[in-house]
């Protein structure tokens, strides 16, 4: 398996570990971080069981799915979990997820993070196209996505199963030529 760490101004991505599970539980563990997410809060064996699954998946031949830890570059501290999944049938186009703290809201954290994921997908995998779906009710994660060059495709509707019922999605992407002209 190759080791994955990128780095930015302010963060770091590199590949989870089990070591991760805490600061994970962190984000995933707590209701207003993942109160636009398709799931609930998770406990920490369910963080552990998700962290689980990205070390056999950091395994596969070609790789598909990459799970980051995220990191405060002048601490080192893990503030939150990013995700890039490469389709199978579409190896040129991946998927990308993020979630952070709540304490780092409201600080640029997110945009950054995007933009890294984003200099990954299109430097380092050669990719296409990466988009990522929201919430409709998630303003930051909008505004997060138009600031780091993703444009607004539309609305998927019904797209994913919640607590709560069913919920549209809206879809934002970056082409890997629109991305290196900025």
Known sequence: ???????GARL?????????????HAVYGDPAATRF????????????ALVKEALEAAEDEPRRLYVFAVEDSDHH????????????DLPHSAEIGLGLRPDQWGRGMGTDLIRLLLSFG????????????????????????LTAGMVE??????????????RD??????LE?????R
């Open 1 to 7: 398996m190759r080791h994955v760490q990128c780095n």
């Open 12 to 24: 770091c991505l590199r590949d989870v570990t089990e070591a991760d599970v805490s600061a994970l």
């Open 37 to 48: 997410m398709p799931f609930g809060a998770l406990t920490s064996e369910q963080v552990g």
């Open 77 to 88: 501290e893990v503030i939150g979990v990013a995700r890039l999944h490469v389709e199978t």
């Open 122 to 145: 299109f430097k380092q995998l050669g990719l296409h196209r990466v988009w990522g779906a929201r919430s409709p009710d998630n303003l930051p994660a909008q505004l997060a996505m």
């Open 153 to 166: 495709e539309g609305r998927i509707r019904h797209h994913l199963p919640t607590p709560d019922g069913w």
């Open 169 to 174: 999605s809206i879809v934002h992407s970056a």
């Open 177 to 181: 030529d629109e991305w290196t002209d």
